[in-house]
C-alpha cells in the first residue's frame, strides 16, 4: 500500500468531513529568523515555560526538521511526530509528547518536508486533527526553521503573529530584512492580517535592542511599507549557553537569570498585547486552513 492509499484509509476510516467546522480560540505564535543560530528554539521552549508560569496551556509544535532542538532541551525522545498523523491515522492526542511543567510539544519529523504537496484529502485531515489543539492549548508555539525555504515561507505567511529574533550582529539584521522582503512578494501575505514582533536577542543593552529596532523598523517601513513591532530583549547571558550545553532549559535552570527573566517579561508583553490584536482569535485551524489551501 502506498501512502497516499493509507492516507485515503485513515480519511476513510475517521469520517472526516470535507470542510470541518472548528471552533477556535488557541493562540498561534510563529518563530522565525532569516538565519539559523540566533535563538528561536531557545525562545520557543523558555516563552512556553515562562506562559505556563502565567497559568497558559501550551504546545510547540517543532517545525524545525533535522535539529530537534525542542526535544533535545526538553530531554524528550518522542515515540511520534506528524508523521505518525498523517500517515497511520495516529490522533494528536497520541502525537502530543509533554516536556518539562507540562507543555506539550509535537515533533515535525519529516512530515513537513511534503507540505507542499498535500492533497485535499490530507489537508482536511490535518486540519480536523489540529483543531484538537485548541482544547488542549490557549497558545501554539510553532519554531520554524531557519533561513527562506518555501514551507517555512508558508508557516510565516499564514500566521497570525510572528516573532522575529534577530541579533545585533549586521548579517542577522541583513537577513532578516531579506526574510521580510521575500515574505512581503508571497501572494498569501497579508500584512494588515500578521503582526510581526521582533525579539532582539543577545543585545548587550536595553539601547542596544531599541537600536537594532529603530533600524529594522526603519527599512521595514521605507522599503516595503510595513510595519514591525517590538516584543522587546534577550540580553546576552553565558547562563543561557551553559544551561544549552547542558541540554537544559535555562528558565527551569536558571529561573532568576537575565535571560530567564527577560523571557519572563516578554511573556509578560505578549499577554498584554492578547486583547489588542485582531488575528489572534484566528486560531488554529484558521491559520492551518490558510496555510494549505491552494
Ligand atoms: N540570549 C543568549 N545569550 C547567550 N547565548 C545565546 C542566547 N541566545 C542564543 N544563544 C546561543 O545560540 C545558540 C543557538 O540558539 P538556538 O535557540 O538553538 O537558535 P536557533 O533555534 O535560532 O537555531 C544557543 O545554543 C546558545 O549557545
Ligand atoms: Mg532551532
Request: glycine share 8%.
Amino acid at each position: 500500500m502506498d501512502q497516499a492509499q493509507q492516507l485515503r484509509n485513515v480519511v476513510k476510516e475517521k469520517n472526516i468531513k470535507k470542510n470541518p467546522k472548528i471552533a477556535s480560540d488557541a493562540r498561534v505564535l510563529t518563530i522565525t529568523s532569516g538565519k539559523g543560530g540566533v535563538g528561536k528554539s531557545n525562545l520557543a521552549v523558555n516563552l512556553a515555560i515562562q506562559l505556563r508560569k502565567f497559568g497558559k496551556r501550551v504546545i510547540i509544535f517543532d517545525a524545525d526538521i533535522g535539529l530537534a532542538n525542542v526535544e533535545v532541551m526538553f530531554g524528550t525522545n518522542p515515540n511520534y511526530n506528524l508523521n505518525d498523523m498523517i500517515y497511520k491515522g495516529k490522533s494528536l492526542k497520541d502525537i502530543v509528547s509533554e516536556g518539562p511543567m507540562g507543555v506539550g510539544f509535537i515533533s515535525g519529523g519529516s512530515g513537513i518536508a511534503g507540505l507542499n504537496n498535500l492533497t485535499a484529502e490530507q489537508i482536511n485531515l490535518l486540519l480536523h486533527n489540529f483543531s484538537e489543539l485548541d482544547e488542549l492549548a490557549d497558545v501554539i508555539i510553532i519554531d520554524t526553521g531557519a533561513g527562506i525555504s518555501d514551507s517555512v515561507l508558508k508557516f510565516v505567511a499564514n500566521s497570525p503573529e510572528v516573532l522575529l529574533v534577530t541579533t545585533p550582529e549586521p548579517s542577522s539584521i541583513t537577513d532578516s530584512y531579506s526574510l521580510l522582503k521575500v515574505l512581503y512578494q508571497q501572494p498569501d501575505f497579508r500584512p494588515e492580517q500578521t503582526k510581526i514582533q521582533l525579539v532582539a536577542n543577545k543585545v548587550l543593552s536595553v539601547a542596544d535592542g531599541d537600536a537594532l529596532y529603530d533600524k529594522l523598523q526603519l527599512v521595514v517601513s521605507k522599503f516595503l511599507g510595513g510595519k514591525l513591532d517590538y516584543l522587546g530583549i534577550v540580553p546576552m547571558d553565558m547562563t543561557l549557553e551553559r544551561a544549552v550545553r547542558k541540554q537544559k532549559v535555562v528558565s527551569l535552570e536558571a529561573p532568576t537569570s537575565n535571560a530567564a527573566r527577560a523571557y519572563g517579561i516578554l511573556a509578560d508583553n505578549l499577554m498584554h498585547h492578547e486583547h489588542k490584536t485582531l488575528m489572534m482569535k484566528k486560531g488554529i485551524s484558521q491559520f492551518f486552513s490558510n496555510l494549505f489551501s491552494k
